[in-house]
């Protein structure tokens, strides 16, 4: 049986390409008093670079489940400020990296021309229930509502695991067409700055 206190906390997913020089200093950027992070590294597949929302960014965040249980703890408020904390260190370095899409030869139209959201980073938080919601971070925003939006989903997370499944997050996401552990994806709203919830079959006609 494995134990909980050999499973990490927050698992960053990097390119097979980056460095580990870098790759460390990421790392550091999170407070080990309160958080056990580790980082992996992945073959870049270049197939999937048209699928857009669905692909993994070149950089990903999870956040797990039994650290996000520990946000019910004593020590839960450390946790839940070094958590935001770290993430918004990383989406800051993340903001000024450019990147674009490279369509699958035998499809090229499926990359839409106002997709705006950013392949370099995204956040997975798993709910309660144990379904994956992906925060997107829209380029066409500024520093700060990517700041805000990690502040916004993560008070939905922790309201999530403290009032199952009497909280606003269960409600928000309750009707979408999502197969299980199929991502739910969040996003920005270019207007409002809040979150929303979309399927695949909505971010296609958010995107169409």
Request: with cysteine.
């Amino acid at each position: 049986m494995t134990n909980e206190n050999q499973i990490p906390d927050i698992v960053l997913v990097y390119p097979d390409e980056f460095l580990d020089e870098l790759i460390k200093s990421e790392i550091d950027l999170f407070d080990s008093n309160y958080t056990k992070v580790v980082a992996t590294k992945v073959p870049r597949n270049n197939t999937f670079m048209a699928f857009e929302w669905i692909i993994p960014t070149g950089f990903i965040i999870y956040i797990l489940k039994p650290y996000l249980n520990s946000f019910l703890s004593e020590a839960g408020k450390d946790h839940y400020y070094a958590l935001k904390k770290g993430l918004k260190k990383l989406i800051e370095k993340a903001k000024y990296i450019k990147a674009g899409f490279i369509a699958a030869k035998d499809s090229p139209e499926k990359l839409s021309k106002d997709y705006s959201q950013s392949i370099v980073i995204s956040i997975i938080y798993l709910t309660k229930d144990n379904r994956p919601i992906k925060l997107l971070f829209d380029e066409k925003l500024e520093l700060c509502d990517w700041e805000n939006a990690i502040d916004k989903i993560t008070d939905l997370i922790l309201e999530n695991y403290e009032s199952y499944p009497n909280d606003r997050l269960s409600d928000m996401i309750k009707d979408l067409n999502v197969k299980n552990n199929e991502e739910i994806i969040a996003t920005i709203n270019n207007d409002s700055k809040n979150i929303e919830f979309f399927d695949n079959k909505g971010m296609i006609k958010k995107y169409k």
